[in-house]
């Protein structure tokens, strides 16, 4: 039986603990070895790309796709499987499984390389959904008394400003520049799309944990090479993705400013972190093993919260002609 979920019921099942409880299980679940990571797969199409993201968690795997239309937008659909009998257990809107696994996931990368620190000042750079997304899991996190916010449109940072100072009850504030946003801050966040550096990177507060989110293509860029060379370990949700994909990542390693020892796995981080100097950087690119653990709590929720649709037998089984091969003994 094949469980459908829109956007609607994640949102009414994901609080923001049960992200945050899965972005957990995701790095634990990595480290204990129970996870698998396979390549992300973009084809070009007349007007963007379509992309699919394999990957498996403990018990089920399962991919992601994601349609990009150049004018249009972006569609997202993930599609869970039970690794035990390849039975289709769920297909869900994963607009909002990205967009929350996403900022649940940064969190997490924050609460490791604050190591206990307690952040009251973060600089935000960006006003589009990600930005909403992370600051609400940041501010629920972490207490934060004052927010500095930037992005290009003057009136759309007021705004943003005005609405999020209301709905998280917290002092944000709209700034005039990049560097006016992030100086002084314990705590910054990058949530934006350029294909340049959005802030000089001698800007951040010594210290500084530096989140950036935004650079998951080789055309994008967040950080300048001034800024990851303040940086002995970088954090990378997925260190094979950040290589490959990340623009800024790329070219600070070109440029020689960065090694590739220097980043450091998220599941990997516990001790590793512990002699890192000057700004502490997390990067991401996002990953279907993060999909898979939020789509996991979807499921394991929606019988209590009576949510999800069934579609019945999705895809029928076409029966194994041969009997299953013994499991092989260890050595």
């Known amino acids: 039986m094949t469980l459908h979920f829109t956007a609607g019921d994640v949102r009414a099942l994901v609080t923001g603990d049960v992200a945050l409880a899965a972005a957990r299980d995701a790095v634990q679940a990595e480290a204990d070895g129970e996870t698998l990571a396979v390549a992300r797969t973009d084809m070009p199409t007349p007007r963007g790309f379509l992309r699919v993201m394999p990957g498996r968690f403990r018990g089920i795997g399962g991919m992601k796709t994601m349609s990009m239309t150049r004018g249009v937008g972006n569609r997202y659909l993930l599609t869970v499987y039970d690794l035990t009998d390849g039975d289709v257990l769920a297909i869900l809107d994963a607009d909002e499984i990205t967009r929350l696994r996403t900022s649940a996931t940064t969190t997490i990368a924050a609460e490791l390389l604050l190591d206990g620190a307690e952040p009251v000042r973060l600089g935000l750079l960006g006003t589009g959904f990600e930005a909403t997304g992370h600051l609400q899991s940041l501010a629920k996190r972490f207490p934060l008394a004052e927010v500095s916010v930037y992005s290009r449109d003057a009136g759309r940072r007021a705004k943003f400003a005005a ?64 800024a990851f060379a303040r940086a002995s370990r970088v ?97």
Not at 246 to 260: F, K, P, T, W, Y
Not at 269 to 279: F, K, R, S
């Open 163 to 226: 609405t999020t100072s209301e709905s998280l009850g917290i002092e944000v504030v709209p700034a005039d520049s990049p560097e006016a946003a992030v100086a002084g801050a314990e705590l910054v966040c990058l949530a934006t799309k350029d294909s340049r550096p959005v802030v000089d990177g001698a800007a951040f507060a010594p210290g500084a944990v530096v989140l950036s989110i935004g650079s998951t293509r080789p055309d994008l860029r967040e950080l300048d090479e001034r």
């Open 235 to 331: 954090l990378a949700d997925s260190v094979p993705g950040v290589l490959a994909e990340s623009g800024d990542v790329r070219a600070a390693l070109d440029a020689g400013v960065l090694a590739e020892e220097q980043i450091v796995p998220m599941a990997a981080a516990t001790g590793v972190l512990a002699d890192a100097t000057g700004l502490r950087v997390f990067k991401s690119v996002g990953t279907a093993l993060q999909d898979l653990a939020l789509a996991a709590a979807v499921i394991d929720a929606a019988s209590a919260g009576g949510r999800g649709r069934e579609l019945g037998e999705l895809a029928a089984l076409k029966p194994s002609e041969a009997p299953p091969r013994p499991a092989r003994a260890e050595a």
